[in-house]
């Protein structure tokens, strides 16, 4: 058995003396889509903050590729292929959508290959390319989001949270293009409250409640033995 890209072995961490991850256990196979899938106050947030490096564990392990990366910074983490796109998508507001894809020239990739990758992925970005990004709809923000992390070349990418406020067309969208990423290769953990879409281009998919992973498996097996958990009444 191949050693998965991210391994997550019994993973603890606190706000104060509130625990909100109690001894979680991920592993993310090499290659393939993970949904991560919970109700509000799950823990999901919190977990994809100590595997970012935002936030310490209070005790745990974390494997990026078989190397134990717990306790590393987010510039360390993302040098060795881990790559976050955050909840609440996190553009500048006041750049064009070029220039915010510009802004990734400076780690050392070029711009034309920034905007290749950018408008390939994401057409509607070329034709906004002058817009400035804080004038841009939810989804189109969330494409440049992710256009950004998608020229740092990573191994893992972390999506929390795609769908937040968006109408469920432009996540269905979004969604197809996170199964486009995936076949060139990039490992995929999409952190989502709402699952179906997610589930739709997911190869497993894993249940937090109460801080702690409780089902793991293919997507079918997961909506058939946990719809009530993992729908929790939004498809």
Not at 169 to 181: D, G, N, P, R
Request: charged residues 20%; contains cysteine.
């Amino acid at each position: 058995m191949s050693v998965p890209i991210l391994e997550v072995v019994d993973l603890h961490a606190a706000y104060g003396r509130i625990e909100v991850l109690r001894g979680v256990d991920l592993a993310v196979p090499k290659g393939a889509v993970m949904a991560l899938l919970g109700p509000n106050g799950a823990g999901k947030s919190t977990l994809v903050k100590v595997i970012s490096g935002q936030k310490a564990a209070t005790s745990g392990d974390i494997h990026l590729a078989g190397v134990h990366v717990k306790g590393s910074s987010p510039d360390d983490l993302a040098r060795v292929g881990l790559c976050t796109v955050p909840e609440g998508r996190s553009v500048f507001p006041n750049l064009t959508i070029e220039e915010n894809l510009r802004l990734m020239s400076y780690a050392g990739v070029s711009a034309a290959d920034i905007m290749d990758t950018a408008f390939t992925y994401f057409p509607r970005l070329e034709e906004r390319r002058r817009q400035l990004a804080g004038t841009l709809s939810g989804g189109e923000q969330q494409m440049l989001a992710m256009s950004r992390a998608l020229t740092s070349d990573p191994a893992l990418l972390l999506l929390d949270e795609l769908s937040m406020g968006l109408a469920p067309l432009i996540v269905e969208e979004l969604y197809e293009t996170v199964a486009q990423i995936a076949q060139s290769g990039v490992s995929i953990l999409c952190i989502e409250q709402f699952a179906r879409t997610a589930l739709k281009v997911s190869d497993y998919a894993a249940v937090m409640t109460g801080g702690r992973v409780v089902a793991s498996g293919e997507p079918d097996e997961i909506l058939a033995t946990m719809a009530d958990v993992v729908l929790g009444g939004a498809a």
